[in-house]
C-alpha cells in the first residue's frame, strides 16, 4: 500500500540506517497518511485496511534495523549474524529472530513493541538473564558480544527494555527496580500559628538518615491544609512547610500538626549486603553528596552510583559509561550480578 516514487519514501530508503530519526519520520509518514485518509467515509472505521497501512512503514522500518545491523562490522562479521533474520510479526511488532543451524528452529530473541508509536520499547523473549547461569543459555559467549552491539544500535534510537528481570543484556546506567524498604516510621511535630502577621507559621524537621515518603499539615479540625504553605526538602533531607499570615487569615492562635512518614535508607538490607560484599572484594562503598545517594568506588574514574527513591521503594544505578551492559560489568565484578540477582524483586 506504498508508493515507492513518493519523494518522502525514496529520501527513507536513501537515508543512512539512523535507527531513530527513521523511526519518527515513518511514523510522522503513517500518520499523516492516516489523518488523510480519516476524511473519506470508506476509511473511517476500516480498521483492517489501517492495520495494513500501519504494517507497510513498520515494514521499511525493520528493513532499515537489518541495514544498520549489516553496517556494523561488529555484528556482520560474526557467525551469530548469519543465524539472525527480521520479520514483522504483529501490525506494529518487530521481532528479531535467531534460526538454528539445521534450519528446523526459530527463537524469537527479543521484539520491538509498538514500533511506530512514540512509547515504543524492547521486549526480551529468549536472552540470557539475572537467575540463569550463562552455561544453560542456547547461544554460546561469542554470541552475546554482537547481540549487545545490536541492542546498544537499539538504545540510541530510544527503544529500551522496561525492566531489569528481562535480560543481562541492557545498559545498567539507570537502571531501576523495586527493593525491599525497612517499615516506615511516622514523624509528628505541632505548632501554634501566631496572631504576630509578620511571623510565618513554619515546621522545620531533620529527617536523616530518613527519606521522606508523605507528609501533610493538618489544622485542629483535621483539616488538610498542606497546599497552603509552601515545602523545601534540602538535599540532606530537612523538611521545611512555611505560610505567611496571608495564607491561613482564619487560623491565627489555632493549632497544626505535621505528619510525616519516612523510612530510614541507611537500614535498607540491600545496601547492608552490598557493603559487605564490597568490603570483601577490598572496593570501597562512600556516601554522596545527597541524602539516599551512594557509590561503590569501582576504579578511581569508575564509580557505580546508587541513588534510594523513597517515594517509590525503588533503587536506581548510575555508571559513567551509559552503554555499559549488566553482561559486561558482571565480567569484570561477577559479584554484582550476584547481588542483583538477591536484590531485585
Not at 480498521?47 to 515494514?59: D, H, P
Not at 511535630?189 to 509578620?198: A, M, R, W
Not at 521522606?212 to 497546599?227: A, G, K, R, S, Y
Not at 564509580?303 to 555508571?319: C, R
Amino acid at each position: 500500500m506504498l508508493n515507492f516514487k513518493q519523494p518522502e519514501l525514496r529520501d527513507v530508503i536513501a537515508a543512512p540506517a539512523n535507527i531513530g530519526k527513521l523511526r519518527q519520520t515513518l511514523r510522522q509518514l503513517y500518520q499523516r497518511q492516516r489523518q488523510y485518509s480519516l476524511d473519506q467515509q470508506q476509511w473511517l472505521e476500516n480498521e483492517a485496511a489501517f492495520n495494513e497501512l500501519e504494517a507497510s512503514y513498520t515494514r521499511i522500518l525493520a528493513d532499515k534495523i537489518w541495514e544498520a545491523f549489516e553496517a556494523e562490522t561488529t555484528i556482520e562479521k560474526t557467525d551469530l549474524f548469519q543465524h539472525i533474520w527480521i520479520s514483522v510479526t504483529a501490525v506494529n511488532e518487530i521481532s528479531i529472530n535467531y534460526a538454528s543451524t539445521d534450519g528446523q528452529t526459530n527463537r524469537v530473541l527479543l521484539t520491538i513493541n509498538d514500533a511506530l508509536t512514540k512509547t515504543a520499547y524492547l521486549q526480551a523473549k529468549h536472552l540470557p538473564t539475572l537467575n540463569q547461569d550463562l552455561t544453560d543459555y542456547f547461544l554460546g559467549a561469542e554470541a552475546l558480544t554482537p547481540l549487545i552491539t545490536m541492542i546498544k544500535l537499539l538504545y540510541k534510537a530510544g527503544l529500551t527494555f522496561q525492566t531489569p528481570q528481562e535480560t543481562i543484556l541492557q545498559p545498567v546506567d539507570d537502571l531501576s527496580f523495586l527493593v525491599t524498604f525497612p517499615e516506615p516510621k511516622t514523624f509528628t511535630k505541632e505548632i501554634l500559628v501566631s496572631d504576630n502577621v509578620h511571623e510565618p507559621a513554619r515546621f522545620d524537621l531533620e529527617l536523616a538518615p530518613y527519606a521522606l515518603q508523605h507528609f501533610e499539615v493538618t489544622d485542629d479540625e483535621d483539616n488538610d491544609i498542606t497546599d497552603l504553605g509552601h515545602v523545601t526538602v534540602t538535599p540532606a533531607g530537612e523538611l521545611t512547610w512555611r505560610a505567611s499570615a496571608k495564607d491561613l487569615p482564619d487560623l491565627l492562635n489555632h493549632q497544626l500538626t505535621l505528619t510525616a512518614t519516612a523510612v530510614n535508607i541507611d537500614a535498607l538490607p540491600c545496601l547492608e549486603d552490598l557493603f559487605v560484599t564490597a568490603s570483601n572484594e577490598g572496593i570501597l562503598m562512600r556516601t554522596g553528596d545527597k541524602l539516599g545517594q551512594y557509590q561503590l568506588v569501582l576504579t578511581e574514574d569508575q564509580q557505580l552510583g546508587l541513588q534510594v527513591n523513597a517515594n517509590d521503594l525503588t533503587l536506581t544505578l548510575s555508571y559513567p559509561d551509559s552503554e555499559t551492559h549488566i553482561y559486561e560489568l558482571d565480567r569484570t565484578y561477577p559479584f554484582l550480578i550476584k547481588w542483583l540477582e538477591q536484590t531485585i524483586k
